[in-house]
């Protein structure tokens, strides 16, 4: 498992990627994102069921700044609670956004509890395609645990593409390395439908790689306002 998230995290790094309402893009001044999913995994046996639910929102408290919130548990004792702030790197008015955040909270690891730091860096490459505009994008992230200094490193990339204007296909590959050297490598195709103005309904299927091997079925919600 080690060397296929060491092999992926090499070939992320020399791609440009970028994440949807997230990562290297700010909320503008006044709005707010929302995100709600939920996924339901069968290992290969099909006789074991886990679960994971996730709520992640953004609000631009100004033009360079945006606070968030990310939480997600899963059913395997693993999860986190963090609260940060985002700025950018450079202009935004280009193609290429960067930018760094920096939060707090508590990670879950285990079953146990213990209070964290965490800082991001954010890399995002906008696409305009005549249907719309997609993008590229790669989130990096390490959490600290303030108690025994202990590390938990999260790698994200996501590629979307429309392909009308109100149905986007998304690929997205995440990878987490966690302090007691569990490593957790999902790929997640999915498609996303804006089925009312800024409302949009996402889902996919998961391929996970982690303890124990799964497939499973991710169903999300988004609202911008």
């Known amino acids: 498992m080690d060397r296929i998230l060491i092999c992926i995290w090499g ?11 997230a990562g290297a893009w700010l909320q503008d001044q006044g709005r707010t994102f929302l995100a709600a999913s939920s996924t339901t995994r069968l290992t290969r046996d099909g006789l074991t069921a886990q679960g994971e639910g ?8 100004s033009k360079t700044l945006t606070f968030g919130a990310d939480v997600n548990v899963t059913a395997d004792s693993y999860g986190h609670a963090i609260g940060f702030l985002r700025r950018p790197i450079g202009p935004q008015t280009k193609p290429v956004r960067l930018a760094y955040e920096a939060g707090a909270g508590a990670r879950r690891v285990n079953g146990e509890w213990d209070p964290v730091v965490r800082l991001g860096l954010s890399f995002g490459h906008g696409i305009t395609r005549p249907v719309g505009y997609g993008w590229f994008g790669l989130d990096s992230s390490v959490e600290i ?26 690929v997205q590959i995440e990878t987490t390395h966690w302090p007691d050297n569990t490593s957790v490598v999902a790929i997640t195709p999915s498609l996303l439908w804006e089925f009312r103005a800024d409302r949009f309904v996402k889902l996919g299927i998961e391929a996970r790689s982690a303890q124990t091997d799964t497939l499973g079925l991710r169903i999300g919600f988004w609202h911008e306002f």
């Open 11 to 21: 070939c992320l790094l020399c791609v440009y990627f970028t994440p949807a309402h």
């Open 145 to 170: 645990g303030t108690t025994q200094g202990d590390l938990s490193a999260k790698l994200d990339a996501t590629l979307g593409l429309p392909l009308s204007a109100r149905l986007l296909t998304l």
């Open 54 to 61: 996730a709520v992640y929102g953004e609000h631009g408290l």
